[in-house]
């Protein structure tokens, strides 16, 4: 009967034949694609602008000026007539793409450009939190190099400054070195409009908690682990990331529930009555202190390289989720379901990344890779040159993922498979969840709820 059919329909809109865009480049949209085309209910999968790895499994279509480009992601979406925009990247989501894409009648996961300030601007975050009432590090918002001083002199060593803006992972500097602390500071405030956020140092180790939002409903993913720092043992610059793994089993107990009880649902609800609701992924980036869970970020967006791991998990259809979301349906989604497997990602980056990457080096065994199916590769600065060879073309080239029974079996895996990678000059960590394995991470000892007493 078409009308008890129609009725379904509003009630699972995840069922059926559906049309995504993704909109990004990296592996993180890579990961999301291969999920999607894998999700029975989605018909077909257009990325924009794409890249080598995912021309593979979806169809790629160029955007005038990249994803930022409001006009050209809606006239897209409308030509191609999607039924479901997926952004991956923060770059659009400031520049308003879902909004624009909101407002041309598509459905779209991702939060709008105001939402989307939780992880635009730290100054504004903070803000939140502090209306929220979420656990976090004092900071001190400065836009005077003498207001930072007093704030590094009140806050003491070791020393966390801030860009206040987006840095694609790389405005933060840690350091005990006032010095440097304050050269990052002079530096961050020559920009037009420039601030910094000098903040209290939260020791403990990170966790990345991304959850699903539709503006009212929290949905959590499985919790992970990224490695943000070039080198093995965390030497070196912060990158964008440098490999991930998951689940963590080292986490305490409740840790998922305590975070979305005191964390994301407190942030959704607040942006709820501010009147910009958060549609998207907050991902909730913690550290587990010995007084309990603070946040050290939020970011408005899937994290690059957690999703590789969460999604290789993922065992419920990601298209549907998604759709949920972006219709504010998650509370009718089904209860997510994930695979006991363990998941790797370890990235291949480029010579001198992070600093300017050298590009058009060849690239070989991406494509027979080795342990498939258990391990495989996601691109992300990948090209064709005109002989049709895969080149690097951006810092991070590669993201190879692994699953397995074990942690140790995934981290074999994932290492077997980097082995057979070639790229002139390339470099990876090669202690990716290395200390989980061995059992040295150790959370505080006070667990998930922690005490400020
Ligand atoms: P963010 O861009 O805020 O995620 O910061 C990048 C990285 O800097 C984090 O993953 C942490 O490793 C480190 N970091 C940021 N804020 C703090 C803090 N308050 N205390 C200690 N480490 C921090
Ligand atoms: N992996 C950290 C991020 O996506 O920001």
């Known amino acids: 009967m078409p009308a008890r059919a129609a009725t379904q329909a509003v009630a699972h809109p995840y069922i059926g034949a559906v049309k995504v865009l993704v909109v990004g480049s990296g592996a993180r949209e890579h ?44 006239a897209l979406a409308r030509r191609i007539g999607t039924d479901l925009v997926v952004v991956g990247p923060e770059a659009p989501l400031v520049a308003g793409v879902a909004d624009a894409v909101r407002a041309a009648g598509i459905p779209c996961f991702g939060p709008s ?17 502090s209306a929220a009432e979420v656990p976090t590090g004092l900071a001190h918002v400065c836009t005077t190099l003498e207001a930072v001083e007093d704030a590094l002199d009140a806050l003491g060593a070791p020393h966390v400054v801030k860009d206040d803006g987006l840095a694609a992972g790389k405005g933060v500097v840690v350091t005990d070195d006032r010095g440097e602390a304050l050269e990052h500071a002079r530096a961050c405030l020559e920009k037009p409009d420039g601030a910094v956020v000098v903040e209290e140092y939260l020791s403990g180790p990170e ?29 070196g610059p912060n990158t964008g990331g440098m490999g991930a793994y998951c689940p963590l089993d080292w986490a305490p107990e409740g840790l998922v529930d305590d975070v979305v009880g005191r964390v994301a649902q407190p942030v959704v609800d607040e942006m709820h009555r501010r009147g910009t609701p958060f549609v998207g992924v907050l991902y909730v980036g913690l550290a587990l202190t010995p007084r309990g ?42 209860r997510l379901r994930w695979s006991e497997d363990y998941a790797v990602a370890v990235v291949v980056a480029a010579e001198n990344y992070p600093g300017t990457p050298r590009t058009g080096d060849r690239v070989s065994g991406a494509d027979d ?63 990716i969840a290395l200390r989980a394995e061995r059992g040295e991470v150790v959370p505080s000892a006070v667990g998930a709820h922690g005490s400020d007493a």
């Open 207 to 235: 966790v990345s908690l991304f959850c699903l939002c539709d503006g009212v409903t929290v949905v959590p993913l499985s919790p992970a682990q990224d490695f943000k720092r070039v080198g093995d043992d965390d030497v």
């Open 293 to 334: 869970p603070r946040v050290i970020e939020f970011n408005a967006r899937f994290g690059d390289p957690e999703t590789q791991v969460v999604l290789a998990r993922l065992a419920t259809p990601l298209g549907g989720v998604l759709l949920a979301a972006a219709t504010g349906r998650l509370d009718e989604a089904p």
């Open 31 to 74: 990961a999301i694609v291969r999920s999607l085309s894998l999700d029975p209910s989605v018909d077909e999968v257009v990325a924009a602008p794409g890249n080598a790895g995912i021309a593979s499994t979806a169809t790629c279509e160029p955007l005038a000026g990249g994803p930022t480009d409001v006009k050209a992601v809606v």
């Open 369 to 431: 890779v080795v342990g498939a199916p258990t391990a495989y590769v996601l691109h992300a600065g990948t090209a064709r040159d005109e002989a049709g060879e895969l080149v690097s073309a951006g810092g991070r080239v590669l993201s190879v993922v692994a699953t397995g029974p074990t942690l140790a079996d995934a981290r074999r895996r994932a290492y077997a498979a980097v082995d057979g990678i070639g790229l002139p000059g390339s470099h990876h960590r090669s202690d």
């Open 113 to 129: 450009a105001e939402a989307a300030r939780l992880e635009g601007s730290k100054a504004f975050a903070k803000d939140v939190m």
